[in-house]
C-alpha cells in the first residue's frame, strides 16, 4: 500500500457530474497521498491531492520543485477519498518532508474549527 507523502499516478475517471462543472481534475494524472498508512491500509482507500501542470498562483496549490521529478502544483483545494486500487495507481516517487508538512498543514486548515 501507499504511504503518505507518496505521489502516485492515478485514473480520476469516471468524475461524478453535477451542477457544478469546470473545476474538478480528470483524466489520468499524477496525485499526493495525504492520508497516513493507518488509514490507508485499514479502509483500503487513500486520501488524496491531484497535481496539475498549470499554476495560477492559488494561495491553496503547493509547487513542487527541482527536488521531484514530477512537476505542477499540488491541488490542496481538491482533495478526494478513492479506491485506488480500482483506479490503477502507479507509484512515482515521495515528496520531501517539508513540501508534505505545507500541503498538510493547508488540507488540516479546512477542517479545523473557526473561531
Not at 492515478?10 to 489520468?28: A, C, I, K, M
Request: include cysteine; glycine fraction near 6%; proline fraction near 3%.
Amino acid at each position: 500500500m501507499v504511504k503518505q507523502g507518496d505521489i502516485i499516478w492515478l485514473d480520476f475517471d469516471p468524475q461524478v457530474t453535477s451542477g457544478y462543472t469546470g473545476h474538478e481534475q480528470r483524466g489520468r494524472r499524477p496525485a499526493l497521498i495525504v492520508s497516513n498508512e493507518s488509514f490507508n491500509n485499514f479502509s483500503k482507500l487513500a486520501i488524496v491531492c491531484p497535481i496539475a501542470n498549470r499554476d495560477k498562483d492559488h494561495p491553496f496549490h503547493i509547487k513542487l520543485d527541482n527536488r521531484t521529478k514530477t512537476t505542477g502544483v499540488i491541488l490542496c483545494d481538491q482533495v478526494r477519498t478513492l479506491d485506488i486500487n480500482a483506479r490503477n495507481f502507479e507509484y512515482i516517487e515521495h515528496v520531501t518532508d517539508d513540501i508534505l508538512f505545507d500541503v498538510l498543514d493547508i488540507v488540516n486548515g479546512f477542517i479545523e474549527i473557526e473561531k
